[in-house]
């Protein structure tokens, strides 16, 4: 028993470090040393205000974009802390196509480039980092920026310095600033690491507007605020702003006191007029129960108007990235064989803290949860859109392909060992391999714009995808034909009698009783077939909840069985020796016309659509064989990419 | 040779960091400016036509280099100043150092690492020396050296280019912005998971059909989904390039729309998703565009020079002034000491692939 105590006390310290790692893989920094000084700095707008040419007509029915909106560069207190030196204007140079050399060595270039992107450095220490990189401070002798500037040394000297940092610097979850770096000032105008991170967020804006080229690439300026709390427990988000006049300066997740409460406040407050911002949970996977807690942070009860800033503010959810997904994990409020996917954590065992998955952690439970909400306080917090994003650290956005990863944690994950073998960090309990080259996100918009795309975004016409380029498209109405999905007039029909995903499907009318959807997806084109579309369905009967999964159109010629509604296997394989695949099995294209055989008009209820690829192969899979060793035993050799579009929500008018 | 070859590398130290290296303007254009910036009087219209004589520039000149070369000259001790010795103690020093910090002996590549600092650290010691940086503190000499660097840094990063820099830099780039062949088109689609193999003799008959009839191409582009499928992605597309029209359709269908005669209907052309009918509205040749049409792009590459251009260049240049005699059999003994590292850790820069 006292060797299992002092395990479980050593576990607890490990934890505690892990926390302070994620709180770092959240915050982060920056190095650049021009905006600090910014006297000859380039104004906001010197190049945005030149486009290459007149943009084509912008298309009503909308086309679907791509894009990442989680980046983390060398401004970045972790991504610097693991050694990546790459600042954000080379994240913006590796989005838009071009070929740069990565953390580690290896040149590398997107196959298609993003359409749109944002730098996403971690809020807190966005001054310290800048001024441990600035001779003329004080703060660049102490041991701890010496300590930093080392990280980039070689692999092994990044992974025993990251170590060393998250456990003896960074423990970060007491809201502060270091002190080390910043002085003894308390957090406020006063404070130089504040100050700091002022002019920094200038720079973050100018690198945004550097690369901003309307019609061919869209850059928004935003960062990641990064709250956390006890062992790494993430109520992180991801802050994008349209346009206009942004806020002076960062109130970073220490001046905030790791409290979201006061993040929408501020953003109420200081983004108005022509000021337009989001804000994007993420990693709720890693939210010890608490990203979806049915009251506020700091334990007391929901009240309507904070619900109703927060459903303004934050209208998306980012359900896959890196650090694995957060849609759902099969046994937790669900048995649905599909949520086994790139799942980081077990369920956690009684009395299990942290590092463990429980239901309120997945997007799919908070939907339903939402719904119940819904009928408590009069607005539903819990209503949220999809997108997927990488939250690279190696400053490379958008490099989700699973054949040519070369990692997303600077130089400690930047060799294929590393990544097979090791844990993130020394002494950390978390397998690099249970990692994920992250996902991307999906718009329709009129053209790529900021202003299109960002509109795109707050009425949830997005969709995530775990990094393919699966396009896939949901509408509702309750007066669709039911072959509308091969009308000629699809589009115009379904926009003009229904709602595209991310809507509010309106009452039913008299006379109608079930809703009808057209479900469309096409494959990525240089990825495997589709296998087959399905619908997922959540609804509340009063205060329970309720779901179901429905497989609505089937690759090969297949049906769904009326009573399992699933799909009869396709076939489809992979040769796990060299990673082809069936290419005579699958879909380039499915399409149905769904009417919800089970609907009852009086329950409110959501639908999105998940898109499912014929199985290839992991990227685990291809650096064993890179590597010439055999597969690993510990995860799927082979994944299912996915796309998972935005729900539709169904409200029954007053009850 | 009136001046020594000492005092030489003086002057330009100091023209280096008073011009902001760039080495597309002549030199003369940083005299130009240094001049009206420090020397007000240099205005009034007598002394102005005095400096026009090129006797005056001879002898400002002069009278320079000799103010540079009695602050300087103290330190030129022969060939001493320019060799860097790394004796055994050294090697000794860096290796004990880094053993107490890091818990373990360094391995043979770090060792070369320490070395390689140690020689860029002793460069640009001596030359922050050299340019009087140590005058305002007794700062230590590390501090002196990342003040170095940090110039370096700070050189790149102040100065929006002008319009002339930009105009200069994309004349000397052109080729890098030429343009490929680009078509623009409308095409009809039909869809080989609805229609299996049929798509393809369905997309002939409607050819058939749209030759026969007459039926005018903005009008076929409006009929495209009556006539065959609704396709996700767009039904025309203004001109694209091949690898933009391969990333939408697949490379077989990229590479035969740029081959179509424009102004007609043609195909069937096999895309990633099945088989459309093509017209190509418009054939654009491949082209240099002219700087207004790529303005932002070529900002951002000149800005991207500019910084490669100070990170490297600067310590280059400093670095070729010098000759470094490293105590090879003092080296080859600290290697020889080293741990094997746990795996083989890649060359930096050999591993090339690309997504």
């Given amino acids: ?114 359409d749109f992107m944002a730098v996403t450095d971690h809020d807190i220490w966005l001054g310290e980092i800048s001024l441990c990189q600035d001779p003329a401070d004080p703060a660049y002798n102490t041991s701890i920026c010496r300590d930093l500037r080392w990280a980039d040394q070689d692999y092994d000297t990044s992974r025993t310095l990251f170590t060393g940092l998250i456990s003896s ?38 690198n945004a507007n550097e690369f901003y080229q309307p019609g061919l690439f869209t850059t928004f300026a935003g960062f990641e ?196 073998d ?63 999905d091969r009308r000629p007039d699809l589009l115009q029909r379904a926009y003009r009698d229904g709602v595209p995903m991310g809507g509010d499907l309106p009452p039913s009318p008299a006379g109608t009783r079930a809703p009808r959807f057209v479900v469309w997806a096409i494959k990525d084109p240089s990825s495997a077939g589709l296998q087959k579309i399905q619908v997922i369905k959540g609804w509340a009967e009063g205060p329970k909840t309720f779901e179901r999964v429905y497989d609505v159109a089937c690759s090969d010629g297949l049906a769904p069985d009326g009573k399992t509604h699933r799909c009869p296997d396709n076939g489809a394989k992979v040769n796990l020796t060299d990673c082809s695949y069936s290419s005579n099995k699958g879909a380039a294209e499915l399409s149905t016309t769904w009417t919800d055989p089970d609907s009852n008009p009086s329950d409110r209820a959501f639908y999105y659509v998940r898109a499912l690829e014929n199985p290839t192969c992991r990227w685990s899979t291809y650096d064993a064989h890179q590597l010439g060793l055999k597969l690993p035993d510990n995860v799927p050799a082979t994944v299912q990419e996915r796309a998972w579009s935005s729900p539709i929500w169904y409200t029954p008018s007053a009850q | 040779m009136p001046l020594s070859t000492q005092t030489e590398i003086e002057v330009e130290t100091v023209a280096t960091s008073l011009s902001i290296v760039d080495e597309g303007e002549p030199r003369e254009c940083h005299l130009t400016s240094w001049r009206r910036a420090a020397i007000p ?23 320079l280099l000799l103010i540079l070369s009695s602050l300087f000259g103290r330190s030129a001790a022969g060939n001493n100043r320019s060799r860097i010795q790394v004796s055994a103690p050294e090697i000794q020093r860096l290796r004990e150092i880094w053993t107490r910090q890091w818990g373990r002996p360094p391995d043979a590549k770090q060792m070369d690492n320490l070395i390689a600092d140690y020689v860029r650290e002793e460069i640009y010691y001596r030359e922050a ?43 000397s780039n052109r080729q890098k912005y030429s343009l490929p062949a680009e078509a623009g088109f409308t095409h009809i689609y039909f869809s080989s998971s609805r229609r299996g193999a049929a798509a393809f003799q369905d997309a002939r008959d409607v050819l058939a059909r749209l030759e026969s009839s007459q039926i005018s191409r903005a009008d076929a ?107 090879q059999g003092a080296l080859a003994a600290a290697k020889s000491q080293a741990v094997p590292a746990p795996s083989a850790a890649p060359t930096a820069g050999s591993a090339a692939d690309v997504d």
């Fill in chain 1, 1 to 114: 028993m006292s060797t299992q105590s002092s395990v479980l006390k050593r576990s607890r310290k490990i934890a505690s470090q892990l926390v302070a790692i994620l709180l770092i893989s959240a915050a982060s920094f920056w190095y650049a040393s021009d905006s600090s000084r910014g006297k000859g700095a380039t104004p906001a707008s010197a190049t945005q205000s030149a486009p290459a040419g007149p943009l084509p007509a912008p298309n009503a029915l909308r086309n679907a974009y791509f894009g990442d909106l989680h980046v983390h560069t060398s401004y970045s207190l972790d991504a610097y802390a693991m050694g990546n030196r790459n600042d954000p204007r080379v994240a913006y140079r590796y989005g838009r196509g071009e070929a740069v050399v990565l953390p580690g060595g290896v040149r590398s270039q997107l196959r298609v480039p993003l």
């Fill in chain 1, 169 to 206: 610097y960074f423990d970060i979850s007491p809201a502060r600033h270091n002190t080390e770096i910043c002085g003894d000032v308390a957090p406020g105008e006063r404070n130089k690491c504040v100050e700091r991170a002022r002019s920094i967020w200038k720079q973050i804006q100018r």
């Fill in chain 1, 225 to 420: 605020w990064t709250a956390g709390f006890k062992r790494v427990g993430m109520l992180h988000r991801n802050v994008i702003f349209r346009g206009g006049k942004l806020p002076d300066t960062v109130l970073s997740a220490v001046e905030l006191n790791n409290t979201p409460e006061r993040l929408w406040q501020w953003l109420e407050r200081d983004c108005t007029d022509d000021c337009q911002v989001i804000s994007i949970p993420h990693n709720t996977n890693w939210g010890w129960g608490r990203d979806f807690a049915t009251e506020n942070s700091d334990g007391s009860p929901f009240n309507a108007d904070g619900l109703k800033r927060r459903a303004r503010t934050e209208p998306l959810v980012e359900i896959h990235q890196v650090k694995g997904n957060s849609e759902c994990s099969t046994g937790l409020g669900t048995d649905d064989e599909q949520c086994n996917f790139e799942q980081l954590f077990k369920p956690c065992k009684p009395g299990e803290e942290a590092f463990c998955a429980r239901a309120a952690d997945y997007v799919r439970n908070a939907l339903k949860t939402g719904l119940v909400l819904e009928q408590q306080y009069g607005v539903n917090p819990f209503k949220y859109g999809f997108i997927g994003s990488t939250d690279t650290h190696s400053s490379a956005p958008g490099s989700t392909d699973e054949a040519t990863w070369h990692g997303a944690h600077g130089l400690t994950d930047s060799r294929p060992e590393s990544r097979l």
């Fill in chain 1, 422 to 484: 090791r844990e993130l960090a020394e002494r950390v309990p978390i397998k690099e391999i249970a990692f994920n080259p992250g996902g991307l996100a999906g718009v329709w918009a009129e053209e790529n714009t900021r202003e299109s795309i960002f509109d795109a975004l707050k009425r949830r016409e997005s969709f995530a995808t775990s990094g393919t380029r699966i396009r896939v498209r949901f509408f509702a109405g309750w007066n669709y034909p039911d072959d509308l």
């Fill in chain 2, 41 to 63: 009087w240099l205005k009034t219209p007598s002394l102005r036509s005095v400096m026009r004589e090129p006797l005056a520039h001879f002898l400002l000149a002069g009278a």
């Fill in chain 2, 129 to 171: 020396l050299d340019s009087g940086l140590d005058k305002d503190d007794t700062i230590i000499r590390r501090r002196l050296v990342e003040k170095m660097e940090f110039l370096s840094q700070e050189i790149a990063s102040t100065n929006d280019p002008s319009e002339a820099d930009l105009q200069q830099f994309f004349e």
């Fill in chain 2, 221 to 327: 582009a409006i009929l495209g989904a009556r006539l065959g499928d609704n396709f996700m992605l767009r039904s025309e597309y203004p001109p694209q390039t091949r690898d933009q029209i391969k990333n939408l359709f697949g490379d077989e269908f990229a590479v035969k729309v740029l081959e179509l005669e424009s102004g007609k209907w043609a195909g069937p052309v096999r895309s990633t998703y099945g088989w459309h009918l093509v017209c190509v509205l418009e054939h654009v040749a491949p082209r240099l565009p002219a700087l207004s049409e790529i303005r932002s792009q070529v900002a951002i590459d000149y800005k991207n020079q500019r910084l490669q251009a100070a990170s490297d260049g600067y310590y280059d240049r400093l670095r070729k002034r010098y000759q470094v005699e490293i105590d």
